[in-house]
């Protein structure tokens, strides 16, 4: 089955720095690879995702790029703001399958 | 608006006491999962359920039992539970049919569980 890695755990910015978040996963038919954001006592929301046709996609401040022969994505945050800070996980999953998370990454943005 | 509900939101429970945790969705969405959510762990998948007859053991499914009584409603039922099921649970839903966007997972409000 899928395996996802994320990289780091714990990620500590000054306001205004960029975050980068970084993940590999094992399947090669995985073509589907979203990024969800958790605040603290609240629940996973979508930020971002990206399919397997498509090599970066942009939304405001954050961005993802695949890297599909080696099998890696990554999540971009440029100008860091407090409100950014919260627990990011990427995932995989092929087309009209369950998703596979990472383990998740600890985002502190310090003022 | 339409949303996923979980209840309860908070259960103490004790060692060796079935429990049952409920997810209603008004989204219409016909898919439905449970994961539990551990510090350093992430999300890993208990169940899913891809439509009314169909269900899947996830990753972790040893101890835990599901039910999709219909499209809007699914449960998870731990027949006899154990401390290391202390865990927060979240139900998701997704939509095949939604144009592009077949695997985005809207998540519930999450269940604290904690067994003594």
């Known amino acids: 089955g899928e395996n996802v890695e994320q990289h780091p755990s714990t990620l500590s910015v000054q306001e205004g720095d960029s975050a980068v978040i970084k993940c590999t996963y094992s399947?090669?038919?995985?073509?589907?690879f979203p990024w969800y954001k958790q605040e603290l006592g609240k629940r996973p929301q979508l930020i971002i995702d990206?399919?397997?046709?498509?090599g970066e996609k942009k939304d405001q401040r954050i961005a993802v790029t695949l890297n599909k022969t080696a099998k890696h994505f990554s999540l971009h945050i440029t100008e860091t703001q407090p409100e950014d800070s919260a627990v990011y996980f990427c995932?995989?999953?092929?087309?009209?399958?369950?998703?596979?998370f990472g383990k998740g990454t600890s985002l502190l943005v310090t003022p | 608006d339409a949303d996923v509900t979980q209840t309860p939101r908070n259960r103490i429970t004790k060692t060796g006491k079935r429990i049952m945790l409920e997810c209603s969705q008004t989204?219409?969405?016909?898919?439905m999962y449970w994961y539990r959510q551990d510090p350093g762990l992430g999300l890993r998948l208990i169940y899913y359920?891809?439509?009314?007859?169909?269900?899947n053991k996830g990753e972790i499914s040893d101890g835990y039992s599901v039910s999709r009584q219909a499209q809007a409603k699914f449960s998870l039922s731990l027949e006899s539970a154990i401390p290391n099921q202390t865990a927060l649970y979240f139900c998701?839903?997704?939509?095949?049919?939604?144009?592009?966007?077949?695997?985005?997972?809207?998540f519930g409000p999450g269940t604290r569980l904690t067994v003594l």
């Open positions: 989204k219409g969405h016909d898919r």
């Open positions: 995932a995989a999953s092929n087309s009209g399958y369950a998703l596979n």
């Open positions: 399947d090669s038919a995985s073509n589907y």
């Open positions: 990206i399919r397997s046709n498509v």
């Open positions: 359920s891809f439509d009314v007859k169909d269900i």
């Open positions: 998701a839903t997704s939509d095949l049919r939604a144009q592009g966007a077949d695997n985005e997972q809207f």
